[in-house]
């Protein structure tokens, strides 16, 4: 699998945006961006995944860049709730059942300030 | 829908002892996976199985380690003998289908005297 980078922490405020970048230079056309998070003492939760296109649920956005070389995690509004460590993963979509596993990074660890 | 389940969420275990990790996934998944996170480390993934069938055991530690999914009943991963490096944060993973997201657990912590 192709490796990601990620920030190792970053900070926000309550009620604001935040923006977690994930760069994977070395994506192949077919892996899937996916986030995880992790709250703590929790088990991970999938977040969000697209391949090419923006993608929006109701937990968060997923931007990815034209090149497909970088993309971003956008939480609307931060809550408290919302402080965990974040995981961006590439899974290659055609390999087959052996790559199913989810191979975790050090992630991004989020602190939200009140 | 029940989410994914696992017992003990806690369990102690003394040197040599064997350690029975359970995992019931959710229903209508049968893919399920089995995941371990070392103190103050990233989560690390250990074995993939569908009902009855090992698929990708890439990531567990060629002895004491073993893991089965049968056709009835939850998903075990059993560590015999264990040691105090066995201490650790397992979490298991359930999903749909091959390409589907993945369900995790709460985990069951391991602690080992």
């Known amino acids: 699998d192709a490796k990601t980078t990620q920030p190792n922490s970053m900070e926000s405020n309550e009620e604001e945006p935040v923006h977690l970048p994930c760069n994977h230079s070395t994506i192949s056309g077919t892996d899937y961006i996916h986030w995880y998070r992790q709250l703590p003492s929790q088990g991970p939760e999938y977040v969000i995944h697209?391949?090419?296109s923006n993608v929006n649920n109701r937990m968060a956005s997923l931007a990815i860049a034209e090149d497909r070389k970088s993309s971003t995690l956008i939480l609307h509004r931060a809550t408290l709730r919302d402080a965990a460590v974040y995981y961006c993963i590439l899974r290659d979509a055609v390999s087959g059942g052996a790559t199913n596993k989810l191979i975790f990074g050090t992630g991004t660890l989020l602190a939200v300030q009140p | 829908n029940a989410g994914v389940m696992q017992n003990p969420r806690h369990l102690v275990r003394r040197r040599g002892q064997e350690a029975r990790l359970r995992c019931s996934p959710m229903?209508?998944?049968?893919?399920v996976y089995w995941y371990r996170q070392l103190p103050e480390e990233g989560l690390k993934f250990m074995v993939y199985?569908?009902?009855?069938?090992?698929?990708?055991e890439s990531g567990m530690p060629k002895e004491r380690f073993s893991a089965e999914f049968p056709k009835e009943g939850p998903s075990i991963l059993r560590i015999q003998q264990v040691v105090r490096g066995d201490s650790a944060a397992y979490f298991c993973a359930s999903s749909r289908g091959s390409y589907n997201e993945q369900f995790f657990g709460p985990g069951t912590r391991l602690t080992v005297l």
């Open positions: 229903k209508g998944h049968s893919h």
């Open positions: 697209g391949l090419t």
């Open positions: 199985l569908q009902k009855e069938n090992i698929i990708d």
